[in-house]
């Protein structure tokens, strides 16, 4: 599917619910969320009707995520959908890491290729701050059994938030020295609770580039990071950075939310609801059509220094 600006849409990426086993400060607010009715909810059926739905339009990419994808009870069973259709080339996961250890030899056997794990430090009394009582020890363990039963390549998704981890750039960059690891540095967005840190914590990578030359640019084919690589390296140091440097030229993603809505762009208000056509193959086809060529041509978060979506980053997924 082409949009009406000529990008090729190819990726959508699946918020399975925007409940979270961890509170992070940037993320959620402390007192919980509201409660989504049952209702509301996409069910089981609904979700793979969606994800067919759009693998017929071309869809080539399938991401779970949430709030916290792995708390889904089934989730294994919607990863074996979507691979079973055969025309996905690649289907991930971004958790946080709790209950992947467990989770990851059922997850492979369904046919998840890789994760993204959310880490934004390696100290346990910051971790344990930064997400309200999370175990970073569970996190390292879910990472071991990854590398061991092969479900790799692993990213790291870790934000940047200065007075808080920017003394820990080091150790990450490091951590792909010694393990086939790929850090993904990410500028914290003033959307959601992360508007209440922004101003405090908001950095910028080319603080973090001058800081470290001995990284060097390398050729990657992610659209959204630029990557480097220390020499000998056996991972990779890439930056996500929504705010300095745009890359909604090469946006070749959409979103669905848990509660059956489309989203053409993460920092766009715009959604369009599903429900009313699940039960007609044409009538669907053709609305997820129609939003994929009208998708937004670009944000102006940079401009505003705020996203225009009402939603939280954990009712969208990241
Ligand atoms: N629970 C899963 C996890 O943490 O990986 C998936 C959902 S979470 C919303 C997806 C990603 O969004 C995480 O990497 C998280 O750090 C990031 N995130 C949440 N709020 C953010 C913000 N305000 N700015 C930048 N990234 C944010
Ligand atoms: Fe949960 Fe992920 Fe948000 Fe943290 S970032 S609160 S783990 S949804």
Redesign the pocket.
Same mark, same amino acid.
């Given at each position: 599917m082409i949009d009406k600006t000529g990008r090729k849409i190819e990726y959508l990426r699946v918020?399975l619910t925007d409940r979270?086993n /961890?509170r992070?400060v940037?993320?959620m607010p402390e007192e919980g969320i509201p409660k989504v009715s049952h209702e509301e909810v996409l069910r089981f059926e609904e979700f793979e009707k969606i994800i067919s739905a759009c693998a017929n339009l071309g869809i080539k990419k399938v991401r779970f $995520? #949430? =709030? @916290?994808?792995l708390i889904l009870k089934g989730v294994e069973k919607l990863i074996a959908h979507t691979s079973s259709l055969g025309t996905i080339d690649d289907i991930s996961i971004? $958790?946080? =890491?709790i209950l992947l250890g467990d989770m990851a030899d059922n997850l492979k056997k369904a046919g998840l290729n890789r994760v993204?794990?959310?880490l934004?430090t390696l100290d346990h009394e910051k971790f344990k701050n930064i997400t309200r009582g999370g175990d970073l020890n569970k996190v390292l363990k879910s990472i071991d059994k990854c590398f061991s039963i092969g479900l790799t390549p692993i990213k790291l998704?870790t934000?940047l938030m200065r007075g808080f981890n920017d003394d820990e750039v080091e150790k990450f960059i490091n951590l792909t020295k010694e393990i086939p690891i790929n850090v993904r540095f990410? @500028? /914290? +967005?003033? /959307? =959601? @609770? =992360?508007l209440k840190y922004y101003d405090k914590a908001e950095m910028k990578i080319d603080e973090i580039l001058d800081a470290h030359p001995e990284l060097v640019s390398i050729k990657d084919k992610s659209n959204v990071a630029t990557v480097f690589q220390a020499k000998n390296a056996l991972g990779t140091v890439g930056f996500i950075s929504p705010m300095s440097c745009k890359f909604c030229s090469s946006c070749n993603r959409i979103r669905l939310t848990s509660t059956g809505t489309i989203k053409p762009c993460l920092h766009s208000d715009e959604e369009i609801n599903l429900k009313p056509f699940l039960n007609d193959k044409n009538a669907l086809a053709n609305v997820i059509k129609d939003t994929i060529y009208n998708k937004p041509e670009e944000h102006h978060m940079d401009k505003d220094k705020k996203s225009s979506t009402h939603r939280m +980053?954990?009712q969208? #997924? #990241?």
């Open positions: 918020s979270c /961890l992070c940037y993320c $995520t #949430g =709030g @916290e994808p971004t $958790t946080n =890491g993204n794990i959310s934004d998704n934000v990410i @500028e /914290l +967005m003033p /959307l =959601g @609770e =992360g +980053m954990f969208i #997924g #990241g």
